[in-house]
């Protein structure tokens, strides 16, 4: 498949190497087009040598990436960690730069002094390039220079709900997951023929969708969408071999007529059973196909990791490894309750009598390959690529080696949020 290009050691080195621009106050994202936002020099030379499959290491999570050498995660402003080093800093090319935060106008919302770059890229999903980076800071989809300067505007979606459950992007496009709660009301002015839009009361069952856009030509659309379920959810989005997975779940009652969770649990989990609807995905990039590979009526939850689907246990259940096209394989022997985004093998998380069961477990030889039981609490991984694992303890993100992991060492973690 096409994959993804890697950036995360190229960032870092520039970063390292040539500190941050700051940001104009008369060319702010807020107003740009596709004129540059502001002047920047020449782009660095860098001497760097990435393999391809180096260039793939790299995943999503919460609107950040991670890779197994640096990672890309946002705290006000953009930050990037260098694994080797233990240390975070702004993405930020200006060694001169003191990381200042914009001032806006309480009234109008203007930027009134210069800042940091760092901030203006902060809260977005952030790829960079080997000559460039995308961002999208809505409604707009940006290509930029690698410090995220120099921008162009490669489209401006039509959508009028700014809630993103999640974005990511692939090789060749950006996808971007949201939901709509709101109905939307369209009216056209007669005199200037310029259409108005405002947002009504609630919807009876809200919409999700996922847009995708293609990163070299801007065109858009749909590529799902859904409003049959109340209460309906998009999970777990992830790409493979060139196509993109993911589980949408939802409920053929409202919320409110399942029995209380708290008065009566067991009832509550049969009622689940009986109006769940579980459905999964698999989208061909290159085909621009959607198939529905699994559909069943009660909790489903399915996740993926490279090359398998998986269904999470119920309890002390064993979960259960299902092929790419839907075919079930084997029982697990173990009971994962959730799985950590990984990039090879299952990483499985189970949780029972305060304490959490981790599994490493190999799908492709039906072998386990670490166990390890933590205190509730202490560490929740998000994300395992490579040898770097990295997750949040005390609402902060940090990073633990995958050897400190296995071995309980949770101490040897580090905070990933430090300037």
Same mark, same amino acid.
């Given at each position: ?7 995360? &050691? ?9 500190? *941050? ?24 030379? /860098? ?35 260098? &694994? ?12 001169? *730069? ?9 009234? /109008? ?16 999903? !952030? *790829? ?44 060749? *496009?950006?996808?971007?997951?949201? %939901? ?6 369209? +009216? ?10 405002? !947002? ?13 856009? @293609? ?18 959810? +998009? ?29 009566? =649990? ?17 989208? @061909? ?13 009660? $909790?489903?939850?399915?996740?993926? $990791?490279?090359?398998?689907? $998986? ?8 979960? &259960? ?18 799985? &950590? ?5 299952? !990483? ?13 477990? @190999?799908? %492709? ?5 670490? /166990? +390890? ?9 998000? $994300? ?13 993100? =940090? ?5 400190? !992991? =296995? ?13």
């Amino acid at each position: 498949m096409k994959r993804l290009i890697a950036y995360v &050691v190229m960032a870092f080195i520039l970063v390292t190497s040539f500190g *941050c621009k700051h940001a104009d106050t008369e060319k702010n994202t807020s107003d740009a087009t596709n004129s540059d936002t502001h002047a920047s020099g020449s782009e660095p030379e /860098t001497t760097l040598s990435e393999t391809r499959e180096e260039r793939d290491k790299v995943l999503y999570e919460r609107g950040n990436a991670f890779s197994e050498e640096y990672a890309f995660f946002s705290k006000g402003a953009l930050y990037v960690f260098n &694994v080797s080093s233990g240390q975070s800093m702004p993405y930020c090319l200006d060694p001169g *730069c003191e990381h200042i935060r914009p001032v806006h106008d309480d009234l /109008t919302g203007e930027v009134l002094t210069k800042f940091c770059m760092a901030y203006d890229l902060g809260g977005k999903t !952030f *790829c960079l390039r080997d000559d460039c980076s995308y961002f999208f800071s809505f409604p707009i989809l940006y290509r930029a220079d690698r410090e995220g300067a120099n921008r162009r505007v490669i489209t401006e979606l039509d959508l009028k709900e700014p809630f993103c459950n999640a974005d990511m992007f692939t090789e060749d *496009c950006y996808f971007r997951l949201y %939901t709509s709660s709101q109905e939307i009301i369209k +009216v056209r002015d007669e005199d200037t023929g310029e259409e108005h839009v405002f !947002f009504g009361g609630p919807l009876e069952k809200q919409k999700v969708g996922i847009i995708r856009i @293609d990163l070299e030509t801007g065109k858009n659309e749909e590529i799902f969408s859904a409003d049959d379920l109340y209460d309906l959810s +998009v999970l777990n989005l992830v790409e493979y071999n060139g196509h993109l997975y993911f589980t949408c779940i939802g409920l053929d009652i409202p919320y409110e007529k399942l029995p209380n969770i708290t008065e009566d =649990w067991e009832a509550y989990v049969q009622a689940q059973k009986e109006h769940d609807f579980t459905r999964v995905y698999d989208y @061909d990039i290159a085909n621009s196909k959607l198939n529905l590979i699994i559909s069943e009526q009660g $909790v489903g939850g399915y996740d993926f $990791v490279d090359g398998f689907i $998986v269904k999470p246990s119920e309890k002390d259940e064993p979960g &259960v490894l299902f092929d790419l096209k839907g075919n079930r394989i084997r029982d697990l022997p173990f009971s994962p309750g959730r799985l &950590v985004r990984s990039d090879r093998y299952i !990483f499985a998380q189970n949780y029972a009598n305060g304490h959490n069961m981790y599994y490493l477990y @190999d799908p %492709t030889e039906d072998k386990m390959l670490q /166990t +390890v039981e933590l205190s509730n609490g202490s560490f929740y991984p998000l $994300v395992a690529i490579g040898d770097s694992y990295y997750g949040i303890s005390d609402n902060k993100y =940090w990073y633990i080696s995958a050897d400190n !992991f =296995w071995s309980g060492k949770i101490d040897q973690m580090i905070c990933m949020e430090n300037e």
